[in-house]
């Protein structure tokens, strides 16, 4: 074949690599066939080598997309208010396909695992919840914003998540911890030395806090602490003492004891979080590292 560049020369077989986009990130496919110019240096794709490169560029996507996993096939059709008969529909496959992959009877076939990823990336709180990378870019959208306030650990914990706009069972899923765990430690309810240091080590994780961040922000929960030990006594006085009453009134407490603290400035001369517990965050850190890292 002439080249249709300099019609110079004939071009020969090569080799050469293409940089392509994949979700917003750069994949390299390497050892492609091409034709080159041995005049002017041009590449060219004969037809059946751009082909080629299609079928490799396809298969890269469908491999880069994780098989969905029960839970977070349920967590979709939560946060798109559907019944099962209809994202069925809206999927156009058989009534009951969707159930057995939620239920885990059967695993979603690599097509229609691709065609729910479709789905996903069009619903922004879906695409937070449920991928990765997506998460991980709101928590540090949402992190340049709360981590320059003066601010307590649970009052950031209940910021961020509702920022990212994450549901608060996936964040507790994500986190092997108790919703009703979650909530507490949203509300200050106890010392910050009383959260295991594991649990904490798996929250600065996830956030991607550093254990600077985490100083601050825990001595932050120290201070609101015992200002509300003082204010127990107004607290005590509430009529709504269901469950649910009281975490409502936890919550605002803490919400009016954060602005005082905030006012004040925080107290930085008052007791601080001590270094030991840090210490065994930081070893707790180290660990998960270790097992992300190994796997
Ligand atoms: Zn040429």
Same mark, same amino acid.
């Given at each position: 074949m002439i080249c249709t560049n300099c019609f110079e020369a004939e071009c020969s077989a090569a080799k050469t690599e293409l940089t392509i986009n994949i979700n917003g990130e750069s994949h390299v496919l390497r050892d492609l066939d091409c034709e080159t110019c041995p005049d002017c240096g041009e590449i060219t794709f004969t037809h059946s080598q751009s082909l080629e490169i299609d079928k490799k560029r396809i298969a890269l996507e469908f491999g880069l997309k994780p098989l969905l996993a029960p839970d977070q096939l349920k967590t979709l059709r939560r946060l798109l208010d559907m019944k099962l008969d209809e994202i069925c529909d809206l999927l156009h496959i058989g009534r009951n396909t969707y159930g057995r992959w939620e239920r885990g009877e059967v695993e979603i076939t690599p097509s229609m695992n691709l065609l729910v990823h479709n789905l996903i990336e069009k619903v922004p709180d879906a695409r937070v919840n449920l991928l990765e990378n997506e998460r991980t870019i709101a928590i540090n959208k949402a992190n340049a914003l709360l981590l320059e306030q003066y601010i307590s650990f649970g009052e950031y914990l209940r910021e961020v998540i509702a920022t990212t706009r994450l549901l608060p069972d996936v964040v507790c899923r994500l986190l092997n911890i108790e919703l009703a765990d979650l909530t507490k430690i949203e509300n200050n309810d106890? #010392?910050?030395?009383?959260? !295991?240091p594991e649990v904490t080590a798996r929250i600065v994780q996830f956030f991607g806090l550093t254990l600077d961040n985490l100083k601050r922000l825990l001595n932050a929960t120290l201070t609101i602490f015992d200002m509300k030990n003082s204010a127990t006594m107004v607290h005590a006085? !509430? #009529? !709504?003492?269901d469950a649910k009453g009281a975490a409502v009134q936890n919550s605002s407490v803490n919400k009016v004891l954060e602005k005082l603290a905030q006012k004040r400035g925080g107290d930085q001369l008052k007791k601080q979080v001590s270094d030991e517990y840090f210490a065994k965050v930081k070893t707790a850190l180290d660990d998960l590292r270790r097992e992300g890292g190994g796997a």
């Open positions: 106890f #010392t910050p030395e009383k959260i !295991s006085r !509430s #009529t !709504s003492y």
